[in-house]
């Protein structure tokens, strides 16, 4: 069973930011929290992954609240090539994909 | 796309037949996966490796058996494929200590 609760739907116009939230109350000490996105067909795409601390990457950022228990994955400048499902992972061991958040970008 | 290849992209075949599926790396990654994504399911783990002759079940292994006797590849059977094997797999590499996974194309596998 997936570990995280994500909405099933997000929409964002294009040129704003992106705020994709993630609850994962249950997570462990030792669990990591994991950002993937699936392209219409593609395989999943690697996004940014984080423990404790916030972290940045040339694609996102992740915002993880202090307890824990929630986190934020952040796309500053959201474009139409963003339009994909994006997947919260919580894990120390398998990625265990659930069925994640379709984000549609408009013009 | 971390030097992934997936073949064959595309497959029909009828129920009973055997089909292997084949991933092939070019980074020498240690792990590999092999993964089934239906509809309204996310991707599920079949089967995975971390190294040569290493391998181990995943959450939907049934009726699927996989085998790695070199490094960059890393095949994936059906012995006696079903309708319900329908699906598309993909496979993904990746090196020690992260989860951090790079994915292949995927192969559209139908079973009439």
Known sequence: DAKTTQPPSMDCA?????NLPCNHSTISGNEYVYWYRQIHSQGPQYIIHG?????????????????????TLILPHATLRDTAVYYCIVTYDKLIFGTGTRLQVFP | DAGITQSPRHKVT????????????????RYMYWYRQDPGHGLRLIH?????????????????????SKT??????????????????????????????????????TVT
């Open chain 2, 48 to 68: 995975y490796s971390y190294g040569v002759k290493d391998t181990d079940k995943g959450e939907v292994s049934d009726g699927y058996s996989v085998s790695r």
């Open chain 1, 14 to 18: 294009e040129g704003r930011a992106a």
């Open chain 2, 72 to 109: 960059e590849d890393f095949l994936l059977t059906l012995e006696s494929a079903t309708s319900s094997q329908t699906s598309v797999y993909f496979c993904a590499v990746a090196g020690g200590g992260s989860y951090e996974q790079y994915f292949g194309p995927g192969t559209r596998l």
């Open chain 1, 51 to 71: 423990l404790k601390n916030n972290e940045t990457n040339e694609m996102a950022s992740l915002i993880i609240t202090e307890d824990r228990k929630s986190s």
């Open chain 2, 14 to 29: 009828e129920t009973g037949t055997p089909v292997t599926l084949r991933c092939h790396q070019t980074e020498n990654h």
